[in-house]
């Protein structure tokens, strides 16, 4: 019950783009919030950006303000990052995650994950 699978990642040069990709299914409730949180090696998984469900608002950390945006397409159940200006410091792990409610900032608020996907920025 619940599933999301993120895809997209990949190896990028310093100031190119990325799109993520993540597919949802079976979520027992409608219109959640769609976050996007990324893992560095050595760190922990921190919030990136989220979309509302209801409201369509957009929350984004600090680090990726006026870089990263994010959108979804209800008829395809998808959620998508866009990633430009990618810089080495957004190496890291990228999951993409569900919730009731209005998106927050903290990991254990979310009760659904995606496997991850890799995106590796080189200088």
């Known amino acids: 019950q619940g599933q999301l699978a993120e895809s997209g990642g990949g190896l990028v040069q310093a100031g190119g783009s990325l799109r993520l990709s993540c597919v949802v299914s079976e979520l027992p409730f409608s219109n959640p919030c769609l976050a996007w949180f990324r893992q560095a090696p050595g760190k922990e998984r921190s919030f990136v950006l989220g979309?509302?469900?209801?409201?369509?608002?957009?929350y984004s950390a600090d680090s990726v303000k006026g870089r990263f945006t994010a959108s979804r397409d209800i008829a395809k159940n998808t959620g998508s990052l866009q990633m430009n200006s990618l810089k080495p410091e957004d190496t890291a792990v990228y999951y993409c995650?569900?919730?009731?409610?209005?998106?927050?900032?903290?990991?254990?608020?979310?009760?659904?994950w995606g496997q991850g996907t890799q995106v590796t920025v080189s200088s």
């Open positions: 979309l509302d469900g209801t409201t369509d608002n957009t």
């Open positions: 995650a569900a919730r009731v409610g209005i998106c927050v900032t903290r990991e254990s608020d979310y009760g659904y």
